[in-house]
């Protein structure tokens, strides 16, 4: 999607900003505008977005921060450890979390872009 975004950032916002939807036609605009302001130390993936907002219109999300986009996370024998969240903030993509329920499967956007991948 972008070169300026480590590409596990840029795989997940791919996948998961993916549809038809007019909010996710929106973010995806920005998401060529992007950059990474920081991340959680965790090791999670975690990452914390900035943005040029004059260079780019807000997505139709209404004001304040919503979740624009999300995904469960399915492990290869289809257990449920997790899910990844994309927020924006005004209309302007925020961040993007990855939320962990499972103390057995390590949850990270590395295993989040594997898992969210469709089978070939």
Do not use: K
């Not at 590409?7 to 939807?21: C, Q, R």
């Not at 977005?49 to 219109?57: A, D, K, P, Q, R």
């Not at 921060?65 to 257990?79: C, I, R, S």
């Amino acid at each position: 999607m972008t070169t300026s975004l480590p590409n596990d950032v840029a795989d997940v916002l791919e996948i998961i900003l993916g549809t038809d939807e007019p909010v996710h036609v929106a973010l995806r605009r920005q998401v060529p505008h992007l950059s990474v302001r920081s991340r959680c130390t965790c090791g999670c993936g975690t990452a914390y977005f900035e943005l040029n907002t004059s260079e780019v219109e807000p997505a139709p999300t209404g004001p304040g921060t919503v979740v624009a986009a999300d995904a469960q996370l399915y492990t290869e024998t289809g257990d449920c450890p997790g899910e990844v969240l994309v927020f924006a903030q005004g209309g302007y993509l925020s961040w993007l979390e990855v939320c962990s329920w499972s103390d057995e499967i390590e949850v990270n956007l590395t295993a989040a872009r594997r898992w969210l991948q469709p089978p070939s």
